[in-house]
């Protein structure tokens, strides 16, 4: 089975805070992906990244920045946490296509609050 | 512009009731990807099913049937006789082909009272 995991379930930090979220996938996708969820907006894409060290900004990249050193492993990061960045935040990996286009596979999400 | 919507917010059924949950969505490609997620109460997305935009057919996998139509660019989950279990929110989301964005809709809560 597909294993996203992400580093923290629930995460508390202060105003100011540079603050990183970790994912990992184990089965050697190429692409991964951070979203961040809230109430009545659904999912929205942040980052995305199709290669080690490749990344394309997303739809809110604002206030973040992301960093994919090896190909299982791609990280989040908010430089100064503010308020607004309060929200949870999924990770999720796919496959290239080869043929058609595939599903994404998701972590369990860390809920993050900004204090 | 690419977009998914559904409508509905938050649906509660009884059990054993069937209930549809409404996709509707805009793409001016003739390749696409259509996708249906469950995300249960502990927040991970499982993904459901996929569809590309050269077919329709429906498709039935036990209690849950999936009835895509072009001409009204819907993509409609129906479950049958639903559990408790069921509980969760669905989203829909769009893939056209070329890119790696993924477009989900604002999902959609559906409550399912024993």
């Known amino acids: 089975d597909v294993k996203v995991t992400q580093s923290s379930r629930y995460l508390v930090k202060r105003t100011g805070e540079k603050v990183f979220l970790e994912c990992v996938q184990d089965m050697d996708h190429e692409n991964m992906f951070w979203y961040r969820q809230d109430p009545g907006l659904g999912l929205r894409l942040i980052y995305f990244s199709y290669d080690v060290k490749m990344k394309e900004k997303g739809d809110i990249p604002e206030g973040y920045s992301v960093s994919r050193e090896k190909k299982e492993r791609f990280s989040l990061i908010l430089e100064s946490a503010s308020t607004n960045q309060t929200s949870m935040y999924l990770c999720?990996?796919?496959?290239?296509?080869?043929?058609?286009?595939?599903?994404?596979?998701f972590g369990p999400g860390t809920r993050l609050t900004v204090l | 512009a690419q977009k998914v919507t559904q409508a509905q917010t938050e649906i509660s059924v009884v059990e054993k009731e069937d209930v549809t949950l409404d996709c509707v969505y805009e793409?001016?490609?003739?390749?696409?990807?259509l996708f249906w997620y469950k995300q249960p109460p502990s927040g991970e997305l499982v993904f459901l099913i996929r569809r590309n935009s050269f077919d329709e057919q429906n498709e039935i996998s036990g209690r849950y049937s999936w009835n895509f139509q072009k001409s009204t660019s819907s993509f409609n989950f129906t479950i049958t006789a639903s559990q408790v279990v069921d509980s969760a929110v669905y989203f829909c989301?769009?893939?056209?082909?070329?890119?790696?964005?993924?477009?989900f809709g604002t999902g959609t809560r559906l409550k399912v009272l024993a």
């Open positions: 793409t001016r490609d003739t390749t696409y990807y």
């Open positions: 999720a990996s796919s496959p290239t296509p080869t043929g058609g286009y595939n599903e994404q596979f």
């Open positions: 989301a769009l893939l056209t082909s070329g890119t790696y964005k993924y477009i």
